[in-house]
């Protein structure tokens, strides 16, 4: 029997240039028809019910940015088009045998409270959604844990003891490479925007050492204080000067984990700060920038083995930052740039 389902959905007004404002979105409706979904097809209707909100969305509504060429997930977003975002939904009608009506699933979704995915292969069912909070499934069990996880242990390569340096340490992603870091046995300091930030990375989640980096003149020289033996790793989601004062710092044969690069997503005309290259031949640095999927197919098995028994073991802190309703997606995004967060930011569409 055809059902129509009323469904809102946020969008971008226009490209945006600059520091996101809440105006730049709107919240639209349109409607779903369950007769739409064919049986024998790979189309699925997911009802959302939780979403991932994450910087790297920006490039994607800017009129261009070099990342939008890069793959699928990045494309360029079309004002007045709902925004693909990743996230944790309900099964509302399938047309294919691999998922059935209520199955919870993880993948790509939609900003919005309904969404016809039309290639199963971007859905995984939940298989025991009970043993944890589903907020968990968007981000420490999600592609943000995955993103900490693969980016340590797969391009950081670390080895125990090594001195590790996490930048933006109190996000979705520092928070979790912090942690990981240190139940493998490493040193690791972060570094954060706040007072309060900072107490919370050394009272609560163990990191040896942290310090706020707007209250450092020069980062070389804060860095310097807190690794006077140098830094083995550099987990960067910062870039510009941060990323060269930890290249100066760093030791023979270091590596740069390259995961982000707020400090060029918001201001274009900014002066792009770079390594000394001098440093980097010389000291023979391995720089690497990578994407969570590029791990997904190989590693996701092993990452969510580890972290359900780091959670279970209580090793490690989940932060979260959740939000309630579609209407909020604008405001929690924008935070993401104002520092508002701590941790993994969520939007919470729909209780079931």
Request: net charge negative; glycine share 10%; with cysteine.
């Amino acid at each position: 029997m055809e059902e129509i389902i009323g469904n809102k959905f946020v969008t971008i007004k226009h490209t945006i240039e600059g520091a996101p404002k809440e105006d730049d979105f709107e919240v639209l409706t349109t409607n779903i028809s369950t007769s739409s979904i064919k049986p024998g097809s790979n189309d699925v209707l997911v009802k959302c019910l939780q979403l991932s909100i994450d910087p790297y969305q920006l490039n994607r509504m800017k009129s261009f940015s070099t990342s939008q060429n890069s793959v699928a997930v990045a494309f360029k977003l079309v004002p007045g088009k709902s925004i693909e975002g990743y996230g944790v939904g309900k099964v509302v009608a399938s047309g294919h045998p691999k998922f059935r009506k209520d199955d919870l699933v993880t993948g790509l979704l939609n900003w919005a409270q309904y969404v016809v995915v039309e290639d199963v292969n971007l859905l995984q069912k939940l298989l025991d959604p009970t043993e944890f909070p589903l907020s968990y499934h968007v981000g420490i069990l999600g592609l943000s844990g995955l993103t900490a996880y693969a980016g340590l242990f797969k391009v950081g390569k670390p080895k125990k003891g090594e001195r590790i340096f996490v930048s933006t340490a109190s996000g979705s992603i520092g928070n979790l490479v912090g942690q990981y870091a240190k139940l493998f046995g490493c040193y690791v300091v972060g570094c954060a925007g706040s007072t309060e930030k900072v107490a919370m990375l050394k009272e609560k989640l163990g990191f040896d050492g942290a310090f706020n980096y707007k209250e450092e003149s020069d980062l070389k020289l804060a860095l310097q204080r807190h690794f006077p033996e140098g830094i083995d790793i550099y987990f960067d989601n910062v870039g510009g000067e941060m990323l060269e004062a930890a290249v100066a710092n760093m030791n023979p044969f270091g590596r740069v984990v390259a995961c982000g690069v707020m400090s060029q997503y918001t201001d274009p005309t900014k002066r792009r700060a770079g390594p000394d290259m001098i440093d980097v031949v010389y000291k023979r640095i391995t720089m690497q920038g990578y994407l969570a999927n590029d791990y997904k197919d190989e590693n996701f098995e092993e990452f969510v083995s580890t972290t359900s028994r780091y959670l279970q073991a209580g090793q490690m802190q989940v932060l979260e930052d959740i939000h309630v309703g579609i209407e909020n997606i604008p405001s929690a995004f924008v935070g993401l740039f104002c520092g508002r967060n701590i941790g993994k930011t969520i939007v919470k569409i729909a209780d079931d």
